[in-house]
């Protein structure tokens, strides 16, 4: 049960591709481009995953969080310059983590195919990985091909991004402006069971 609602969470999520980019996404991308892509990218992530069981939930808020501004364009990865303050720096994602997983997936795939893999496609594929770690094989396939943003700005993320204290109508509309349903505000919603919930996030009924 477990598996299946965090497949379903995944998909609503890989539909938030921003752009045309969705049409554009196909299986093994980069079968020509970098045929060992998909395998690094597991092999490394699992790796990190074996020595930190906390990650599953932290790559997938950060896949989250990436997807639900500007869609899966790992936007969320870029830092702010003096000018402007990137989605990173917004308050719902200083508390974002598993950076340094996309960054030495990002190194070695540099390595091995200089310019080939977009960090966007790194992210999905290291939400994926990262949750299928404890099954020991990917629980969902992963459409690749994306191609990474070159805006980032906080003042989206503040905008875009659901906050924990909002109510259901607002999160309604949220999602509803993301062309996302009530089924797949549950579904979403109910994925961050993996991970932890802190007791500021919460009131007494």
């Known amino acids: 049960m ?12 890989l539909g938030l ?5 969705a049409d554009e996404l196909k299986k093994h991308f980069y079968k020509k481009l970098c045929p060992q892509a998909e395998d690094m990218v597991q092999d490394l992530v699992w790796a990190s995953v074996k020595n930190n ?12 969080h990436d997807c639900f501004v500007r869609g899966c ?17 917004a308050i719902p994602n200083r508390s ?21 893999v977009s960090c966007a496609d790194i992210v999905a594929l290291a939400a994926r990985d ?14 690749t091909g994306r191609r990474d943003g070159n805006v980032s700005l906080a003042s989206e993320a503040l905008a ?9 109508t607002r999160l309604v509309q949220q999602f509803a ?23 500021t996030t919460y009131t007494p009924s």
């Open 2 to 13: 477990k598996a299946t609602f965090l497949l379903l969470a995944c998909v609503v999520l």
């Open 17 to 21: 591709s921003s752009g045309g980019q």
């Open 53 to 64: 069981s906390a990650l599953p939930a932290k790559l997938l808020r950060l896949f989250f």
């Open 73 to 89: 364009d790992a936007s969320v990865l870029l830092d702010s310059t003096a000018n402007i303050s990137a989605e990173k720096d």
């Open 96 to 116: 974002l983590a598993g950076f340094e997983v996309i960054d030495q997936v990002k190194a070695a795939l540099e390595k091995a195919c200089p310019g080939r």
């Open 130 to 143: 990262s949750v299928s770690f404890q099954f020991q094989k990917p629980l969902w396939e992963v459409k």
């Open 160 to 168: 875009d991004i659901p906050s924990p204290g909002a109510n259901f």
């Open 177 to 199: 402006s993301k062309n996302l349903d009530v089924e797949d505000l549950v579904v979403l919603s109910g994925a961050h069971t993996i991970g932890v919930g802190h007791p």
